[in-house]
């Protein structure tokens, strides 16, 4: 499974998203600090979910943070997130 796979399926099952838009960067950043053959190094995610609810910016942002450890730790670089509830919408 791909990393952009990996990381839908996570954020869908955690926080069942009305919006989730998962953007494979990569190619922006070749050349730079993280970049690697073959890209999934560098996303830009919005995450649009009720789980948001009463969470600052930062708390919504360690939730997605938390949930892709994994994903951060093996191959993923840079992270760009839009996070938002759907009343913020």
């Known amino acids: 499974m791909?990393?952009?796979e990996r990381i839908n399926k996570k954020l869908t099952e955690a926080l069942a998203p009305s919006v989730l838009d998962v953007?494979?960067?990569?190619?922006?950043h070749k050349g730079h600090g993280g970049w690697r053959e073959g890209g999934e190094t560098h996303f830009?995610?919005?995450?649009?979910?009720d789980?948001?609810?009463?969470?600052?910016?930062?708390?919504?942002?360690r939730m997605v943070y938390d949930l892709l450890s994994e994903e951060m730790a093996e191959?993923?670089?840079a992270l760009a997130l839009?996070?938002?509830?759907?009343?913020?919408m």
């Open 44 to 49: 830009h995610v919005t995450v649009v979910s």
């Open 51 to 61: 789980a948001f609810e009463g969470k600052s910016r930062v708390d919504r942002q």
């Open 82 to 88: 839009t996070t938002k509830t759907p009343a913020e």
């Open 2 to 4: 791909s990393i952009t």
């Open 75 to 77: 191959r993923v670089h």
């Open 23 to 28: 953007v494979d960067e990569s190619m922006k």
